[in-house]
């Protein structure tokens, strides 16, 4: 069973920096798209950025571009997040989700548990 | 940007009833990429539905994705007590993906 674990959500103040990471189980990292996706408490889903496999490709919610960087290393099997200028609307849970194979980048099959972000002074 | 709205907001029903949950686009939602996921209290989401109608690996038949263009719905043919949760439909047919806001269902 592949499995995703997320780390690196703190308390930051705002204009703040924070680097996420997520970790995944399996050798299917290294062949599947990447997702970040958040939550602020008590709302919705909300789709930040997404990775090729081979990270020659990114997309970004409008929100967010030019601000968060996403970025992976297959040797690592691990997906990144870099998070600057942060706002206090960028308070959230952080999920990483995996797509279900190569060509699929769109959907996710795959999720981690998810880790928390506070922008606060 | 495509923009998701879900209706209702919440349903109220009770085990054994049928749920009926749209997804309507503020545009055409190419090849029918749409999925479904379902969310409970603490947890992440799971997907449901890809491609507005295949289930998903180890998804019971219960559920069942239709729809096209800018109109979608996701069924539930007979409530179990682990499906009130809350849905959330997501497009896929362009760069910038996008999330509806949810439909809550509840217990009546």
């Known amino acids: 069973e592949v499995q995703a674990v997320e780390s690196g959500g703190d308390l930051v103040q705002p204009g703040g920096s924070l680097r996420l990471s997520c970790e995944v189980s399996?050798?299917?990292?290294?062949?599947?798209?990447m997702h970040w996706v958040r939550q602020a408490p008590g709302k919705g889903l909300v789709w930040v950025s997404r990775?090729?496999?081979?990270?020659?490709?990114?997309d970004y919610a409008d929100s967010v571009k030019g601000r968060f960087t996403i970025s992976r290393d297959n040797a690592k099997s691990t997906l990144y997040l870099q998070m600057d200028s942060l706002r206090a609307d960028d308070t959230a849970v952080y999920y990483c989700?995996?797509?279900?194979?190569?060509?699929?980048?769109?959907?996710?099959?795959?999720w981690g548990r998810g880790t928390t972000v506070i922008v606060s002074s | 940007e495509i923009v998701l709205t879900q209706s209702p907001g919440t349903l109220s029903l009770s085990p054994g009833e049928r749920a009926t949950l749209s997804c309507r686009a503020s545009?055409?939602?190419?090849?029918?990429?749409l999925a479904w996921y379902q969310q409970k209290p603490g947890q992440a989401p799971r997907l449901l539905i890809y491609?507005?109608?295949n289930r998903a690996t180890g998804i019971p038949d219960r559920f069942s994705g239709s729809g096209s263009e800018t109109d979608f719905t996701l069924s539930i043919s007979t409530l179990e007590p682990e499906d009130f949760a809350v849905y959330y439909c997501?497009?896929?047919?362009?760069?910038?993906?996008?999330f509806g806001g949810g439909t809550k269902v509840d217990i009546k």
């Open positions: 545009q055409i939602v190419t090849n029918r990429y």
């Open positions: 491609g507005a109608s």
């Open positions: 997501q497009q896929y047919a362009t760069s910038v993906l996008t």
């Open positions: 399996r050798f299917t990292f290294s062949n599947n798209w």
């Open positions: 990775i090729s496999v081979e990270g020659s490709t990114t």
């Open positions: 989700a995996q797509g279900p194979n190569y060509y699929e980048s769109g959907f996710m099959d795959v």
